[in-house]
């Protein structure tokens, strides 16, 4: 099994201990695919406390955030606090077009949901450092000088989108035991098919007035097409 770890994360002390114990309790099986992961403490970087946990509810909280359309569209597991099992790893290591994944964590996570179980622990096991540069994170205003990277990154999303959900009828078509959902169906498509399905989806599913509002933004990009020639390369 591997630990994923961030260079300016702090692991608490007790971490490998919990997690063991809680593999044991959930009857996690090392020889299939899955991913277990914990909840942290938010703070600044000088380590100081900005909150006690991650999932306040804007913009995540777990369970709720682990449904399968929903993870197309956002990530609610932080990179640093996941434990993944050799199976999964190896179906990490040897799924195309990596470059295409906005982050390796929301790539991990996107699979296991796929193939496998997301477990999640709701204990604090470890100290998540936020820096103003932060291009992910825990939710915090920036303003309008944001919005070009949030344009940026609903592109990405989108071609992510697409690569995810047709690499996935590939392993299926190889034989692989693979959970999909209609909104993989439209996606694989094509890039503007696939902005105005996640349009739905976000409207749908997104759990705050923000998360819905970036239905708004996957429309613009479905008239207006991708921000760059080529988004992604490989499948999308």
């Known amino acids: 099994m591997l630990f994923l770890a961030d260079q300016d994360d702090v692991w608490l002390p007790g971490k490998v201990a919990t997690i063991k114990r809680e593999?044991?309790?959930?009857?996690?099986?090392?020889?299939?695919?899955?991913?277990?992961?914990h909840d942290v403490r938010v703070?600044?970087?000088a380590l100081h406390p900005i909150r006690d946990t991650y999932y306040t509810g804007n913009p995540f909280l777990?369970?709720?955030?682990?449904?399968?359309c929903r993870l197309l569209m956002a990530n609610p597991a932080i990179g640093h606090t996941m434990l993944i099992s050799s199976?999964?790893?190896r179906k990490l290591v040897h799924w195309p077009d990596a470059e295409a994944y906005l982050m390796h964590d929301w790539q991990a996570i996107l699979i296991a949901s796929r193939l496998g179980r997301v477990e999640h622990v709701p204990l604090a096991?470890?100290?998540y450092r936020q820096h103003d540069s932060n291009v992910l994170g825990a939710y915090r205003t920036r303003g309008f000088a944001s919005v070009s990277r949030l344009q940026k990154f609903v592109d990405r999303?989108?071609?992510?989108a697409v690569c995810f959900s047709r690499t996935t009828r590939q392993w299926q078509d190889r034989g692989d035991h693979i959970h999909t959902t209609w909104l993989e169906t439209l996606c694989r498509q094509g890039y503007r098919q696939a902005a105005i399905a996640l349009s739905v989806a976000a409207l749908a599913y997104g759990p705050t007035w923000q998360r819905k509002a970036i239905g708004a933004l996957l429309l613009t990009r479905a008239i207006m097409g991708p921000i760059r020639n080529k988004t992604v390369r490989g499948n999308a």
Do not use: H, K, Y
């Open 157 to 160: 999303m989108i071609g992510q």
């Open 43 to 45: 703070v600044d970087e």
């Open 62 to 68: 777990v369970p709720r955030d682990l449904n399968r």
């Open 87 to 89: 199976p999964l790893a």
């Open 125 to 127: 096991l470890s100290l």
């Open 23 to 37: 593999l044991a309790e959930r009857e996690l099986v090392l020889d299939q695919p899955f991913i277990l992961f």
